[in-house]
């Protein structure tokens, strides 16, 4: 089931995120033509503050737009995952010492990643930069990190919106990992158009952020509250930025724990935004899971 | 420090270093020994006429200097000048507005300086609160400060608590300083500081734009963001009748700016061809600006285009420059272009505040 699971869950990303591109050289070149309608739900299960480890499906229910579906659940914890990492370098109140432990944070993460993971990288101010494209290639990735600076100030959206474009360059299980403290006021996009688009992608956002001069991230306003909210993310803060580390550390770690659910929806409309319900059967915990997608 | 966006001019601030501060006629340090002297009219003469990098990197580094050791009567004699000089440039303005409704580019700058007494102030005194909170003579010119801007622009004092409500009411606010939802009370405070001669609606912005564009059919810029207010009120057809009659008679970064809006509009009325052709024109404009790339590949993604999206957001790296160049849709958006600033609103109501301000002066003097 599981080698089931993957051969269609890739085919659905690519024929809803890809369509086929004609010219060749290009990385990611896929000729799928073929669309199923396979679905796949990224599900965190918390109790009292604590991952719950070891349900089967057996434990879980899922309505899409209010209809049960019979589903399964898929082995993913093996398998390499793609992350997006967005790193904001806005922001001039960030001091530099802060900043270095953005840094050191960064390489952290590297170090936490497995050989087959893969890893874009992409820093913003009042401009992106995409230093690299998904990658196995970690290493080269630190000397990266090691050259950014704090410059310029913060176009969250844009950067949000242009990472989960990114994501379609791999089908696999996509966390975006973006840190900021959560301004937004200069990017191009407005707030309805990003979460809008990320109504339409598998990814799974975990935002950090971490208090500076005794201000409450939570005072940064619900932007990536919602965006988390919308893919079946977190929000995390970090108490200072000496914590970086170990918080991006743990949300790669509490991302390969996460549940993956997947079901060939019946009984639903074939288009539109279906709305997705996970709870547990028979069990207490809190479940997070993004709220639904666009059927294209 | 984002403050140090809204105008160019004082983002040296952010950066200053140095203490002594050349000038063409004066320096920061002889205008400062002209007032310690009792010379105020010459100081505040001269202290207007220093370029506004010098003007701010001067008063920035005499404040340095007199932290370490703190020095009163240094610091005191700094906010003081500091403060009159503000005020100086706003009586120059008084003189000035038949000439800003004219248009001329100078005359617009001292509006804007004038108008932005209070805006300057911010960061110096928000640095010095810091650093002595509990001084009680900070808190006396600060209060000082907030008197003058209460008076000089009603409804500015306490302007934390007043800024929500003038955001939510005014959507092209929103719009360029985000969403309330996503403010600290410090970005709503300093959002106060820059809305109060702002139009309490679209449709007030909309009225304050067409009396100033027929009082000087010339204003551009005022015209470009009266395309703006007529998008936000949904009104594409005109907005985009606004921007034809316009955008011919902008360069730069406003020619970049309106086609980014003509886009909009166009998207707005459903014309997405024609919304992918305005921000291909932007982006031919401006290759290393990326806010077109970034509204090209969202109109892509949202019609289900996504591998052309992706094309659009690889292509990002190539518009990215040494540096980070404040891009003409952030400037624009965030007012930091002195004149869309200045045209908002404020335009409409300069001569009642600045024969205010001169009266405040007056009386005082």
């Not at chain 1, 953005?102 to 995409?130: C, E, K, W, Y």
């Not at chain 2, 302007?159 to 939802?181: D, K, S």
Request: proline share 5%; aromatic share 10%.
């Amino acid at each position: 089931m599981t080698a089931f699971w993957r051969v269609v869950l890739c085919l659905t990303a690519l024929g809803v995120g890809l369509r086929a591109q004609g010219d060749a050289g290009r990385e990611q070149v896929q000729q799928f033509t073929t669309r199923t309608e396979a679905v796949r739900v990224d599900v965190l299960v918390t109790h009292r503050g604590r991952l719950v480890r070891g349900l089967t499906v057996q434990d879980f229910e899922l309505r899409d737009g209010g209809v049960v579906q019979r589903i399964d659940l898929v082995d993913e914890q093996a398998e390499p995952i793609n992350l997006v990492c967005l790193i904001d370098t806005g922001d001039h109140s960030r001091a530099n010492s802060q900043f270095k432990y953005l840094i050191d944070a960064g390489s952290a993460l590297l170090d936490g990643l497995q050989p087959r993971d893969r890893i874009a990288l992409v820093a913003f101010s009042n401009r992106i930069r995409i230093l690299s494209t998904p990658t196995t290639d970690h290493a080269s990735l630190k000397s990266t990190l090691r050259m950014l600076y704090p410059e310029g100030v913060s176009s969250l959206r844009d950067v949000v919106f242009a990472g989960l474009v990114l994501r379609q360059l791999d089908p696999g299980r996509t966390l975006l990992l973006v840190f900021s403290n959560g301004w937004s006021n200069f990017g191009y996009l407005r707030r309805p158009q990003l979460l809008d688009a990320a109504r339409r992608t598998d990814v799974v956002v975990y935002a950090v952020t971490y208090q500076y001069r005794g201000v409450s991230p939570k005072d940064y306003g619900p932007f990536l509250d919602a965006l988390a909210e919308e893919t079946g993310g977190r929000v995390m803060i970090a108490n200072e930025g000496r914590d970086l580390s170990g918080v991006f550390v743990n949300i790669l770690a509490e991302f390969r724990s996460r549940y993956v659910l997947a079901y060939m929806p019946t009984g639903v409309a074939p288009g539109g935004w279906h709305r997705l319900d996970v709870t547990l059967k028979g069990r207490s915990g809190d479940v997070k899971a993004r709220r639904g997608y666009f059927a294209e | 420090m984002r403050r140090c966006l809204l105008l160019p001019s004082l983002v040296v601030v952010c950066v200053a270093t140095g203490v002594h501060v050349s000038a063409q006629s004066a320096n920061y340090q002889d205008i400062l020994e002209m007032y310690r002297r009792g010379e105020f009219d010459a100081a505040v003469r001269d202290f207007a006429g220093l370029p506004a990098e010098e003007r701010y990197r001067g008063a920035r580094s005499v404040v340095r200097e007199s932290l370490r050791p703190f020095r009163r009567d240094v610091l005191q004699a700094v906010l003081a000048l500091h403060t009159e000089g503000g005020l100086g440039r706003g009586l120059t303005l008084c003189d000035a507005t038949p000439e800003a409704r004219r248009g001329t580019p100078d005359a617009r700058e001292q509006a804007l300086l004038g108008s932005g007494f209070p805006f300057f102030e911010y960061g110096l005194v928000e640095t010095l609160k810091t650093q002595f909170p509990d001084d009680e003579f900070m808190r006396t010119w600060y209060v000082t400060v907030m008197a003058y801007a209460d008076a000089a622009f009603p409804g500015n004092y306490r302007c934390y608590e007043n800024a929500p409500a003038r955001i939510r009411v005014h959507p092209e606010m929103q719009l360029a300083l985000g969403g309330m939802h996503e403010k600290t009370w410090q970005q709503v405070e300093a959002d106060g500081w820059t809305l109060p001669g702002f139009t309490p609606s679209l449709q007030d912005a909309e009225r304050a734009f067409r009396a100033a564009l027929q009082a000087a059919p010339d204003l551009h810029e005022a015209r470009l963001r009266l395309g703006h207010v007529l998008l936000l009120q949904a009104k594409p057809d005109e907005a985009l009748e606004t921007f034809r009659e316009v955008r011919d008679h902008l360069d730069g970064g406003f020619a970049y700016v309106v086609r980014l809006l003509e886009g909009q509009a166009s998207e707005q009325r459903g014309d997405l061809s024609r919304a992918a052709e305005s921000y291909q024109a932007a982006r031919v404009m401006r290759p290393q600006a990326q806010s077109a790339i970034v509204a090209l590949a969202q109109l892509a993604y949202t019609q289900g285009h996504r591998a052309e999206a992706l094309e659009h957001i690889r292509q990002l790296p190539g518009a990215a420059t040494a540096g980070a160049p404040l891009q003409p849709w952030v400037w624009y958006a965030e007012g930091a272009d002195p004149w869309s600033w200045y045209y908002f609103g404020t335009a409409w109501r300069f001569p009642t505040y600045l024969a205010r301000l001169r009266a405040i002066v007056k009386e005082k003097r």
